[in-house]
């Protein structure tokens, strides 16, 4: 049965299964379905497009040596893992694996590598995390958003900055 949860779809960024209406319209519930009588409400759905996510970001391997290659070798137990342990509220991430990695300057700096599962569960979270949160942001905000940066917010200034110059009025810009 939860072979039927991690069904692969084209499109799967930013969208959780409870965001989509039965077919009647009404919002869905999930008593009587796969989800019944666990805690949390997190989707195979949800959870097989967080996969995706972190496949195609690709990535090292964590602190368990596990490589997406190797993930993948056993994908429908070790999403049901993830899965399980998240909708039940049991989801607990291993240790991170410490990278020195080289600054500019000289010197390093520690990058903390998480697991490929724990990827998947904080591809998870954030997206819904992100689906909560993003209506709280004004529509000029850029910063730690995903697709917006810092090339788009001077896209959107540099032509304040040249209507200043030509003698138009620019209300408020903050750079950070």
Known sequence: MLVALFVSSASCAGRSVMDEPDPDGRRRSVSGGPLDGKPFAVSGYEV???????RDDKGAPGVDGQSIAVFEERLEDNLCKVWNRMSAGSYFPPPVRAVEIPKAGGGTRTLGVPT?????????????????????FHADSYGYRPGRGAHDALAVAAPA???????GRVRHLEVL
Do not use: P
Not at 116 to 136: G, L, P, Y
Not at 161 to 167: V, W
């Open 48 to 54: 097989w497009c967080a996969w995706e996510q972190v």
């Open 161 to 167: 900055l040249l209507g200043l110059r030509l003698g």
């Open 116 to 136: 490929i599962a724990d990827r998947v569960a904080q591809t998870v979270a954030a997206s819904r995390i992100v689906a909560v949160m993003e209506k709280f």
